[in-house]
């Protein structure tokens, strides 16, 4: 998916806890490959999603 919008406005957020049925997969991330490190929040902004081309290999 493709996110659009005219423009951006992203404040920073607080985040207690954090957790992934994806990224906390052992199969797919070693334990200690994967790191947060920020929270971003988009707010009230007028915004289109369209289909992404995949790219080509």
């Known amino acids: 998916m493709e996110l659009r919008t005219s423009r951006w ?5 607080g985040l207690a806890h954090l957790s992934s049925s994806f990224f906390d997969d ?3 991330f070693p334990e200690g ?3 947060f490190d920020h929270v971003l ?4 902004l007028e915004h289109e999603w ?8």
Not at 9 to 13: F, K, N, T
Not at 41 to 44: E, F, P, T
Not at 50 to 57: D, G, N, V
């Open 9 to 13: 406005e992203v404040r920073p957020l």
């Open 26 to 28: 052992p199969s797919l």
């Open 50 to 57: 369209h289909e992404a081309k995949r790219p080509s290999l």
């Open 41 to 44: 929040s988009m707010r009230n």
């Open 33 to 35: 490959s994967i790191h």
